[in-house]
């Protein structure tokens, strides 16, 4: 079995930075693409962004483009998520997601069911 785990969440000031870390772990795992989702109060989950742990193609929500950076580091099986210039916008709990199937495309996707596994969140709040 496969478990994330996000960590890094808090609450910060519209403008302040935050990064936030996910860390996978099991005895098969060799995920080929992870990101992150976010999902805030009587929305539905969104797409942040994404990464391919082969080569490090990401892809970017249009509404952080510019503002987060995603990394990964694959010895340690992490992905982390640096968010700049924080907007009240952005308060949600944050989701690290994780693909175990094999992943070729170059464009990364942005639904949930192009990922198999699921962190239990962290909340950022930006505050006004």
């Known amino acids: 079995q496969v478990q994330l785990v996000e960590s890094g969440g808090g609450l910060v000031q519209a403008g302040g930075s935050l990064r936030l870390s996910c860390a996978a772990s099991?005895?098969?795992?060799?995920?080929?693409?992870m990101g992150w989702f976010r999902q805030a109060p009587g929305k539905e989950r969104e797409f942040v962004t994404g990464?391919?742990?082969?080569?490090?193609?990401?892809g970017y929500a249009a509404s952080v483009k510019g503002r987060f950076t995603i990394s990964r580091d694959n010895a340690k099986n992490t992905v982390s998520l640096q968010m700049d210039s924080l907007k009240p916008e952005d308060t949600a709990v944050y989701y690290c997601?994780?693909?175990?199937?094999?992943?070729?495309?170059?464009?990364?996707?942005?639904?949930?069911?192009?990922?198999?596994?699921w962190g239990r969140g962290t909340q950022v709040t930006v505050s006004s």
């Open positions: 099991g005895r098969t795992f060799s995920g080929s693409l």
């Open positions: 990464i391919t742990t082969s080569d490090g193609i990401t």
């Open positions: 997601a994780a693909r175990q199937r094999p992943f070729s495309s170059a464009y990364i996707p942005f639904t949930s069911a192009a990922y198999d596994y």
